[in-house]
């Protein structure tokens, strides 16, 4: 039974109500027509007030998500844009758009590497840019609950080099303001490869202001940088403040308390009573990187579940905390997204004792 509008309707109550089903849930596969944009195919996903974009031509990796009309995400100055806007080297920022979720690996996180091999790897990796190899969509009805999904198969393989694939869903359900992702990445090389994977998850205004804080239960925290340190010196990590001209960014390194095998953070705005919580499985995503940037006009706050550093692959390698995975081998991640807004805002805030920063 879904929850639509303040009411708690069966299947058959729905169906009485619309006539078809894509006047309040459905995909529809779109292409952009014009910009930077032009070429570059998206899933168009509607659940009620919960509508997001999946861009196909880049890992299937969350573009834009709205609720109830409202923008959860944070979109760069250059906008949203193809692959064929790839920019490595210094100018890789050029090709960075954010949205909500852009994932980075595998074979680099962090900026830039030039491996003794004469080969470079680029900032935040490959998988960025790496189109769906296949992809679908459905949608159907299971007992009174409409389901929505989304899959894609998205490959980093080189000749004489790495064959990881990763094998992607994206799901709702109608009623509930919740995306959630599951990855399956395998190793088809005969040989192992080094795996870094970061969910770079990207907040920005309306939902990201002034007295916007962050939730999470931190057992570890430090920071990467003198930057960080002398931030953290002036304020706690997880408060914000309004935009500030020329502000540095701030990069903090979390381990998260866990619970049934899972952790989670939150960014709650006490002013529009809205927030997004991450939740994640963290066997193979033990850290939480967090990305502070008070910046005028890059002003974002980034919550990252990982398994390495954004420091790139040889400070991993030098850390001996590189995670490899094995030829043959497979792993499986899951996140979810959960958007909180009116009653579900409030229970989460108060069951945590947050209603306000102090």
Same mark, same amino acid.
């Given at each position: ?10 299947k ?87 949205? @909500?979720?852009?994932?980075? /690996? ?8 030039s491996?003794?091999?004469g ?5 935040? /990796? ?21 389901? @929505?999904?989304?899959t ?17 869903t ?28 970061? %969910? ?9 202001d002034?007295?916007a ?6 057992l ?48 709650l ?5 809205? /927030? ?7 066997a &193979? ?18 919550? &990252?579940?990982?398994?390495? %550093?954004? &420091?790139?692959?040889?400070?991993? &390698? ?34 945590? /004792? ?5």
């Amino acid at each position: 039974m879904a929850e639509l509008f303040g009411r708690r309707l069966t299947k058959a109550e729905i169906l009485r109500r619309v006539g078809s089903m894509e006047a309040i849930a459905g995909i529809r596969q779109l292409v952009h027509a014009g910009g930077r944009a032009r070429g570059m195919g998206v899933y168009q996903v509607v659940n009620e007030s919960l509508m997001f974009t999946l861009n196909i031509d880049k890992c299937l990796d969350l573009g834009s998500v709205y609720s109830g009309g409202v923008p959860l995400h944070f979109v760069a100055r250059g906008g949203e844009m193809a692959p064929l806007w790839f920019h490595d080297g210094p100018n890789a920022s050029k090709s960075i758009t954010g949205g @909500m979720l852009f994932t980075c /690996g595998f074979s680099n996180v962090g900026p830039m590497q030039s491996l003794s091999t004469g080969r470079t790897l680029p900032q935040h /990796g490959y998988l960025r840019t790496s189109p769906a190899c296949l992809h679908g969509a459905t949608t159907c009805w299971q007992g009174d609950e409409y389901h @929505m999904e989304v899959t894609a198969e998205m490959r980093e393989a080189a000749l004489f080099g790495e064959n990881i694939v990763m094998r992607r869903t994206v799901s709702t359900r109608l009623g509930e303001s919740a995306i959630h992702i599951r990855d399956e990445i395998e190793n088809e090389n005969v040989h192992d490869a080094p795996l870094m994977l970061m %969910y770079h998850i990207n907040v920005g205004y309306p939902l990201l202001d002034e007295h916007a804080f962050a939730v999470f239960d931190a057992l570890s925290t430090r920071c990467r940088d003198a930057v960080a340190e002398a931030g953290l010196q002036k304020q706690d990590c997880r408060a914000f403040g309004a935009p500030t001209d020329g502000e540095h960014e701030q990069v903090f390194y979390h381990r998260l308390a866990e619970r049934d095998g899972r952790s989670s953070a939150a960014l709650l705005n006490p002013d529009l009573r809205l /927030g997004l919580q991450i939740e994640y499985a963290n066997a &193979e995503l033990p850290n939480l990187i967090q990305w502070k940037c008070k910046a005028s006009g890059d002003y974002v706050m980034g919550l &990252e579940p990982s398994n390495c %550093y954004p &420091e790139g692959l040889l400070a991993q &390698e030098k850390s001996d905390e590189l995670r490899v995975l094995r030829a043959g081998e497979s792993i499986h991640t899951e996140l979810t997204l959960r958007v909180l807004r009116g009653e579900a805002f409030e229970n989460f805030a108060v069951g945590r /004792g947050v209603c306000t920063w102090a």
